[in-house]
Nanobody, 121 residues
Framework: QVQLVESGGGLVQAGGSLRLSCAAS????????MGWFRQAPGKEREFVAF????????SYAASVKGRFTISRDSAKNTVYLQMNSLKPEDTATYFC??????????????WGQGTQVTVSS
């Protein structure tokens, strides 16, 4: 089992920045790829960012590319999401997830409880 706890959400004005953290415990952190997802009220959960086990490979949703940066610190068993130039449409609950390489984000993935990000205009 992997336990994931997100933190760092809050209320910020448009154009501002936040850094989300996701602390992992349980099984070996480096065995898992990590992702950030978000869900706005009335909408489906959507992919935000991905980082490989080594951290060498990342990918982003088109809506956040160039503004958000995902990173991981294996010594701290933590994955981060640096969010800059925030927009009101970034308002959502943000979730981190861990999954074995190639397994996808379905039944083999672990999820945190989420942290709320609200961007005011």
């Amino acid at each position: 089992q992997v336990q994931l706890v997100e933190s760092g959400g809050g209320l910020v004005q448009a154009g501002g920045s936040l850094r989300l953290s996701c602390a992992a415990s349980g099984r070996t952190f480096s065995n898992y790829v990590m992702g950030w997802f978000r869900q706005a009220p009335g909408k489906e959960r959507e992919f935000v960012a991905f980082i490989s086990r080594s951290g060498a490979s990342t990918s982003y949703a088109a809506s956040v590319k160039g503004r958000f940066t995902i990173s991981r610190d294996s010594a701290k068993n933590t994955v981060y999401l640096q969010m800059n130039s925030l927009k009101p449409e970034d308002t959502a609950t943000y979730f981190c997830a861990a999954a074995p390489t190639g397994a996808g984000w379905g039944t083999n993935a672990y999820w945190g409880q989420g942290t709320q990000v609200t961007v005011s205009s």
